[in-house]
């Protein structure tokens, strides 16, 4: 548990997208970082490395979800904003 806060932490420190998602929907931002946390083993130390984890994972989950919005955003964040 304290692991995924750390990383939560890093992402939005270094992920403006994210810390505006988090502000404007944190139960979106959280289901969408519970579905990063699964996906993405922990490897970065720093919070630009987790942003860089972060942001390659979302462009991932949005290239392969069918009708991708703009904004890069996965799946179960569009459909709640």
Do not use: C, K, N
């Amino acid at each position: 548990m304290l692991v995924g806060r750390l990383r939560a932490d890093r992402v939005l420190q270094s992920d403006p997208g994210a810390a505006a998602l988090y502000e404007r929907d944190p139960a979106a931002f959280a289901a969408a970082f519970r579905r990063y946390e699964r996906e993405v083993p922990a490897a970065a130390f720093h919070p630009a490395e987790e942003g860089r984890l972060w942001r390659g994972w979302r462009a991932a989950a949005a290239d392969s979800s069918p009708g991708t919005a703009a904004d890069g955003r996965p799946p179960e964040v569009r459909r709640r904003g």
